[in-house]
């Protein structure tokens, strides 16, 4: 069984995606399922099949866990965590923005997006210090934003430094719907990227949405979000 309070835990901060030492646990550290078992996602969106050897924290305790951590937590649907040795957490979080275009694939500008991210995360730290939480800065990409026209998936990783643990990694996977954006976000640390990249990914794969929700389901009328995939990264993560 999960046990948040063993241990160093990883969780949300900056961007989605931080890793602290030492952190709160939520109230209940009990898991709303193991793998393998199918998952409802929020709002009907889908389901997650969970495989074995990770467990499933509810959107209830996913978004304690994160506000904890800095987070606001505000569109949490649930999190994600091995039962083994691994160290790293991934966080599900679903926006109800409408329909992103992804005509301006091709337009992606990795230096502007990312002087954009440094400059509010920047601009945040007064109010991170106020709520007793360490400075934060942007430090480059650890792989610049990528497209998969296929399956109409985004990624792209940020490197950070974080004024009292160290360096981190800021993973982010954008899947997109006929409605909105999903987010699975990986959270671990440097030295354990590499192993968890592809676990991650792999659980993106685990996602089935309900038919309607999918991004080729989409109609004439319905709503389309504000900018493409340029915005989308620019803004999606802070």
Known sequence: MLNMRSGKVLLGGLLGCLLLGGAPAVADDKPDATGPAKVKLADSLGTLDLPKGYVWLDQAKAKEFMVQGGSSGENTIGLIAPTETDKFLIALEYENSGYVEDKDADKIDAK?????YQEGTEANNDNRKERGLPALHVTGWEQEP?????????????????????QFVNYNTRVLTRKGVLSVNLMCSNEDLPASKPKAADMVTKVAFTQGERYEDFKQGDKISTGGLVALIAGGAL
């Open 146 to 166: 990528q497209y998969d026209a296929k399956h109409h998936v985004v990624t792209w990783s940020l490197q950070g430094n974080n004024e009292k643990t160290g």
């Open 112 to 116: 502007a997006i990312l002087e954009s």
